[in-house]
């Protein structure tokens, strides 16, 4: 079976950081691109950050740019995503997702219903 395992997440205080990690088993992503998506109370399933499948290509939410770095390590099969300057508006369950197919080079997919393996999420709550 595919699995998709968040690690990291916890209480924070604001300007703080945290490295969530995303660990994958049962096969190999290393061709793929994946991604951080978050859901704050109240709000809709939004994309954080996306990385291609060889980190050469990235992208951010508007939200993040200059906080949040996305990165990746094939060897270990595991996708991270650090996290600085946290805010309150960062508060949010953070879900590690694989895109479904593999993409041309320089490519990388920001759409939700484009990624098909998922992780049950990890809270992250930032304190004021």
């Known amino acids: 079976q595919v699995q998709l395992v968040e690690s990291g997440g916890g209480l924070v205080q604001a300007g703080g950081s945290l490295r969530l990690s995303c660990v994958a088993s049962?096969?190999?992503?290393?061709?793929?691109?994946m991604a951080w998506f978050r859901r704050a109370p109240g709000k809709e399933r939004d994309l954080v950050a996306a990385?291609?499948?060889?980190?050469?290509?990235?992208h951010y939410a508007d939200s993040v740019k200059g906080r949040f770095t996305i990165s990746r390590d094939n060897a270990k099969n595991t996708l991270y995503l650090q996290m600085n300057s946290l805010k309150s508006e960062d508060t949010a369950v953070y879900y590690c997702?694989?895109?479904?197919?593999?993409?041309?080079?320089?490519?990388?997919?920001?759409?939700?219903?484009?990624?098909?393996?998922w992780g049950q999420g990890t809270q992250v709550t930032v304190s004021s």
């Open positions: 049962g096969r190999t992503f290393n061709s793929n691109g």
């Open positions: 990385i291609n499948w060889n980190s050469g290509v990235t």
């Open positions: 997702a694989a895109d479904a197919k593999i993409r041309p080079p320089g490519k990388v997919s920001t759409e939700s219903t484009e990624y098909f393996y």
